[in-house]
C-alpha cells in the first residue's frame, strides 16, 4: 500500500474507535494528533528506514510451498484458516465464498521464509506492539492520565525521558504500516508475479490510492503543512467509506481470534496468501515460474470491475478494523496495570 493509503487507514483506525466507544481514553490521547502523526503511518516504506542493517529491514512475510519437516505444522486447510480468521473480517466471507481454490491447494503446507527476522511482518508488529505497552506505562502527565493505575517506578523517570503523546501517536500510526501491509494480499505471496515492481501489485496500490484521494497525500499531512483540525481530518476519512462502499460495523472491534498479535497477524498474512492464490490462481501462474506474470487487466478487467470492488472494500475494510482490535488490545493491556 502507498502512502495515501496507508495515512488514511491509520486515521479512519481512530475514527472508527471513536464511533464504537471502544478504548476511549486511547482516542482522546491519538486524536489530537492525527494528522500530524500521520507520517508514521508511511515511515516504515521509506528508504532510510529501511536502511538500518540486516535486523531492521524491509518488512514482508512471502508464503510459498513448504518442503522441510514437520509438514503437519504449516497445513490449514480451509475450515481451520476461516476460523482463525474470525467472522468480523471481510477475508473470512471472501475465502468462504471462493470454489476456486480446491482442497488439495488447502491440504499442502505453506510457509513464510524470511531471511532476516528484522524482515518478518509479524515480528515487526509484535516488537511494536509490545514496546508500545512499554511506552505507555512511562508516559508523561498526558499519556498517564488517561491510564489507569499507578506505575511504581514512573517517578524516578526523569520527565523528559518519558513518552510523550505525540510518539505514542506516531508509534501507533507506524505500528498501523505493518497491520495494513499483512492485509495486502500481493504482500503475502512468495510468487515474482506478486512483487512490486508487477503490474497487479502496483496497479492495486495506485487504484486505491486513487479512491483514498488528495486529503490523505503527503504534501497535507505532513506537520509543517498541516492546516486541518483533528476533526475535519476524521470527518475526511470516514467519507473515503463510500468509496470503497465500506459499512463498519462499530461492534466489530472484538478481541483477537488467536489472542497474539504475532500469530493473528500470521493468521492475516495466510489469509492475505489465499486470497493472492484466488485471484492470481497457482493452477495457472506456478510457484516455481518467474516469468509468470498476473496482470492487473487480466486479473480485474478494470478498476471499476466487480471483482475489484469486491477485493478493495474487503481489503480496506479488515485493515482498518485489524488495526482498531490491535490497539484496543494494547491500550487494554496497558489499562489493567
Ligand atoms: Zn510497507
Known amino acids: ?23 476511549k481514553n486511547l482516542v482522546k490521547l491519538l486524536k489530537p494528533h492525527a494528522g500530524k502523526a500521520a507520517i508514521g503511518a508511511w515511515i516504515p516504506d521509506l528508504q532510510d528506514s529501511k536502511r538500518g542493517g ?21 497445513i490449514a ?3 481451520e484458516t476461516l476460523k482463525r480468521l474470525g467472522n468480523a473480517r471481510l477475508m473470512t466471507d471472501y475465502i468462504n465464498n471462493d470454489n476456486t481454490l480446491k482442497s488439495t491447494w488447502w491440504g499442502k503446507p505453506y510457509k513464510g521464509d524470511i531471511d532476516k527476522p528484522g524482515q518478518h511482518l509479524a515480528n515487526r508488529a509484535m516488537a511494536m506492539s509490545v514496546m508500545m505497552l512499554d511506552l505507555l506505562l512511562m508516559g508523561e502527565d498526558t499519556v498517564d492520565k488517561l491510564l489507569p493505575g499507578t506505575v511504581s ?10 513518552t510523550q503523546a505525540e510518539q505514542v501517536a506516531l508509534y501507533f500510526f507506524m505500528l498501523s504500516h505493518f497491520v495494513a501491509d499483512s492485509c495486502m494480499p500481493c504482500h503475502c505471496d512468495a510468487r515474482k508475479l506478486a ?20 486529503k490523505f497525500s503527503k504534501n497535507k499531512l505532513l506537520p509543517a503543512n498541516m492546516s486541518v483540525s483533528p476533526d475535519e481530518i476524521l470527518k475526511e476519512s470516514r467519507k ?13 472491534i472484538g478481541k483477537l481470534v488467536a489472542g497474539d498479535i504475532w500469530l493473528e497477524i500470521i493468521n492475516i498474512c495466510r489469509g492475505s496468501f489465499a486470497v493472492n492464490s484466488i485471484l492470481a490462481p497457482p493452477s495457472k501462474y506456478k510457484y516455481g515460474d518467474n516469468s509468470a506474470r498476473a496482470p492487473f487487466n487480466k486479473v480485474f478487467g478494470d478498476a471499476n470491475s466487480q471483482e475489484f470492488n469486491d477485493l478493495s472494500r474487503m481489503v480496506m475494510h479488515d485493515a482498518v478494523l485489524n488495526n482498531a482490535i490491535i490497539w484496543r488490545q494494547i491500550w487494554d493491556k496497558a489499562s489493567k496495570f
Open 54 to 74: 540486516s535486523k531492521t529491514e524491509n518488512h514482508i512475510f512471502k508464503i510459498k510451498p513448504y518442503k522441510g519437516n514437520l509438514k503437519d505444522r504449516f
Open 1 to 23: 500500500m502507498n502512502q495515501r493509503t496507508h495515512a488514511w487507514i491509520a486515521v479512519r483506525t481512530i475514527a472508527l474507535l471513536e464511533d464504537s466507544g471502544k478504548a
Open 153 to 162: 517506578f514512573a517517578k524516578q523517570i526523569d520527565k523528559n525521558a518519558k
Open 240 to 252: 473515503v467509506d463510500q468509496k470503497f462502499g465500506i459499512k463498519f460495523k462499530a461492534n466489530a
Open 77 to 79: 486447510d480451509k475450515k
Open 195 to 214: 512483487s512490486y515492481s508487477n503490474s497487479l501489485h502496483k496497479e492495486m496500490e495506485m487504484a486505491w490510492s486513487k479512491l483514498v484521494g488528495t
